[in-house]
């Protein structure tokens, strides 16, 4: 008897194996319905609200709908994400995202994979075709993602030529607002910016949604909260002709300023001892010139530092919220409501001084007097070389300066003419090289306040140029990488990371980009929470300044 029990539960498995195999597709019996199909098309049309059955159509902030129990046949939804855990999965990450994507699932060979791709590219195609009045292609971009523990996918409009109609079917377990992972959409301003969240949609279980891509198609899947749920999903594209795009939104500049004039005793009042000494500027800007960037720990005093930290986490500060969304997202104080020490540590990073500082410590030319003795020993040769060389010798120096002055008018370095002098500061006597520059130097900066949730993303609209990066982090003694909020540097059109700058309390972290070098600050996720709740800490900051030539 037992061996013949095992042979039947044997072919039992079989016979269900062979049954899920021939499990077939089946969209939800209402999208079949003729009427409901054109009263569909009408709302849409109309751009007005319309609900049926399984089937539910909103138009605000732009439209969308959802239809709950998408596929009629319970089983095979069960084996469709059986199918979809065993795929091969890649982790993405960048200034946008961070979650895992399946590769392109248009050539997998999975029954129920192969079946959902059928039904989707072609009935649920047909369907949207209808609905919407527009010739979707044959050709369907679709993959498969998971998004666990602090994934997230931030604040965009999917436009890309040729996508018309974004599409995500929903496979997750029971599924409640405090897991996040929900999918926010955002209103829009008269500029088609995306301002706030004005609706969320819960996962749910074989529900799926899909909405038109336009220009104020703004959306993003909200970080997952929950540390056990994983949140499945398939999602793609169908292709057709794009709707029309206004003219891109350019912000306006910020206003850069020029240096403000101090004592240089304001150095000796802030500016940790050993940062002052010539013989260690000589060394921090010989690294700095090999690797145009350096950290500088302890920078600050620290008895200054403890009142600008303290004063940080008054209620005195005023604090606006930087957007757009799909730009930026973190705090900015109100210069105005600066107390007195955060305001003389914002004149210190703007001051004469510390433009000569940086001069000293990186070799750029900040100030008209500028350490810059192996460009001045060119100049002295050029000039020797004009007076007395002939004229043969003459043509070659002027073709070497030709090519030198390119160089330095590509960098904005517009040099007049050059003076060595002397002068005391610091206390040594230093050589400087005067220079005339076609525009002075300039700064522009701004105090931040980094909290979970907080990001900023690479955009299009960022004027490229060459500057010089600074950020004095305060508060954020003990962060983590895992925390995100960290500044990452990568090469335009480039997924390579060039450099990765991590909050460090009390360091001024220098880097020099140029037009080719872009950067974004990573999303803070909920894993910072443990660290940013400890006793008098809710976030971390910055003092963030862009010094130009």
Known sequence: MPPKKRHNDSETGKKNKKEKRGELAEIN??????????????????????????????????????ITNFLQNESFVESLRAELLQLNFNSKSNDLYKFQQSDDMRKRKEHHVAQIRSVIFGEFREWLSEVLQVDLEATVDMSCSKYEHTDVLLCHDDELEGRRVAFILY?????????????????????????????????????????????????????????????????????????????????????RHLHIPRDESLLFEWVNEMYLDPRYQARVQQEFEENSEICLPSFLQEEKLKQVRSALQSSEIQWERRGPPNKRCYSCADMQSFPTCVQECWELLSSEPFFILLSNLTGLSLHYLCINEDESEDEKSETENRDGEDNTQAGGSSADADA????????????????????????????????????????????????????????????????????????????KSEFGGFTSYIANDEDEELLTVYPEDNSLALVYRDKDTLKFIKHINKNSSSHLSSPNTTAFYDFSFNYYE
């Open 404 to 479: 030198s002055s390119a160089e330095k008018k590509d960098k904005g370095d517009q040099r007049v003419h050059v003076l060595i002098l002397q002068r005391s500061i610091f206390t040594s006597t230093v050589i400087y090289m005067f220079c005339i520059h076609a525009g002075p130097p300039t700064c522009v900066g701004e105090l931040r306040r980094w909290a979970h949730g907080d990001y900023t993303l690479l955009h299009d609209c960022v004027k490229r140029e060459y500057a010089l990066d600074l950020q004095l982090h305060m508060g954020c003694a003990g962060w």
């Open 29 to 66: 019996s209402d999208m079949r319905d003729h009427a409901v199909q054109k009263c569909m098309a009408d709302a849409w049309q109309r751009k007005e609200s319309y609900s049926n059955g399984n089937i539910h159509l909103d138009c605000e902030p732009f439209p969308h709908c959802q």
């Open 171 to 255: 496979l997750v377990p029971p599924w409640d607002v405090n897991d996040g992972g929900t999918l926010d959409l955002f209103s829009t301003d008269e500029h088609c910016q995306p301002v706030n969240v004005v609706k969320s949609l819960l996962p749910c279980w074989n529900s799926l949604v899909f909405f038109e891509v336009s220009p104020v198609s703004f959306h993003q899947v909200a970080e997952v909260l929950s540390e056990e749920k994983c949140r499945l999903s398939l999602s793609g594209w169908f292709h057709g002709p794009s709707l029309p795009r206004p003219s891109r939104f350019i912000e306006p500049p910020v206003p």
